[in-house]
């Protein structure tokens, strides 16, 4: 910076003194003033203060995002600052692919590039977490031996969505007493819609944003057992059940682009990968229920 302005210095007074020789055949003034000055400005001010460039997603998302956007309690949208906090993945998806293809369906390519990158730049989250997180080699095993505690979105055929003290281990007097023994957290997930699965020591838990499902061991301190990992964000809680025939303990879960996958409980991998979507816009919104040799999506 200080280069800068001695060099605007020097060229703003080589400027002056050409003037000044130039008046110099007219008449013996002084320097004309109104040039000393301009130069005396031009040395003294920092390029810094030049007024910031306009982000060109910016204006994009102004005309083509704002109206819901920025009004996201009318709206029932999400917010500008909750969009920022997003994942580069996420957004991308949503405005090419998703629920937003038809409001982003005016722009070009290189127009949702731009408000993609005015949003959230263009870097994609680091999940080098994961690998930190890992559980050791004699926690890493999945248990499924003991009765699940919680097997989908309800807590019955019913799907309800209360417990007896009898069920939960817990009275409403216990309450106060309770502490918090742990949390766990996934870098760029604005939302936690999906309720885990709990076998034994084991949880499951879509996020839906991360694009994955976790086998958390929450034994003691969580660490992660296995990943599932998806090439779209996820949607809905997971259930869990057992297979008939080869009793094969299997979890089911679906996707934003409305496809419903079966996954191994105890490797994570996936058995299949089923689309039930009935036209362009479809979501599975509700969690799947597994009943005998059944899927209800």
Request: some cysteine; aromatic content about 6%; glycine content about 6%.
């Amino acid at each position: 910076m200080r280069t800068t302005r001695l060099f605007s210095a020097a060229v703003a007074t080589a400027i002056a003194a050409a003037s000044i020789g130039i008046e110099a055949q007219q008449s013996a003034t002084q320097p004309n003033p109104s040039a000393l000055a301009e130069a005396q400005a031009a040395a003294s001010t920092p390029a810094s203060d030049a007024p910031p460039a306009v982000h060109p997603g910016k204006l994009i998302y102004e005309r083509a995002c704002a109206a819901c956007h920025d009004n996201a309690e009318a709206t029932r949208s999400p917010s500008l600052d909750t969009l920022k906090a997003m994942r580069y993945q996420t957004i991308s998806y949503a405005i090419t692919q998703g629920k937003m293809q038809s409001q982003a369906a005016s722009l070009s390519a290189a127009e949702r590039s731009a408000v993609v990158d005015y949003l959230v730049g263009r870097e994609p989250t680091s999940d080098e977490w994961i690998a930190n997180a890992m559980c050791p080699a004699d926690r890493r095993g999945v248990d499924l031996s003991p009765a699940a505690a919680i097997t989908g979105f309800g807590f019955d055929q019913q799907n309800h969505r209360r417990l007896t003290a009898a069920q939960a281990g817990l009275k409403t007097a216990d309450f106060p007493n309770l502490e918090l023994a742990w949390a766990l957290g996934f870098p760029k997930a604005t939302t936690m819609r999906s309720q885990p699965v709990i076998v034994g020591a084991t949880m499951f838990l879509p996020v839906a944003d991360a694009q994955r499902a976790f086998a958390i061991d929450i034994a003691g301190p969580p660490c992660v057992k296995w990943v599932y990992e998806n090439d779209v964000p996820l949607r809905t809680s997971a259930a869990y059940g057992e297979l008939p025939g080869s009793k094969r303990k299997v979890l089911v879960l679906g996707d934003l682009a409305a496809n419903i996958h079966m996954v191994d409980a105890v490797t994570g991998e996936r058995l299949w990968k089923q689309p039930v979507g009935l036209f362009q816009y479809s979501l599975t919104t509700g969690t799947p229920v597994l009943h005998g040799d059944r899927v209800y999506a």
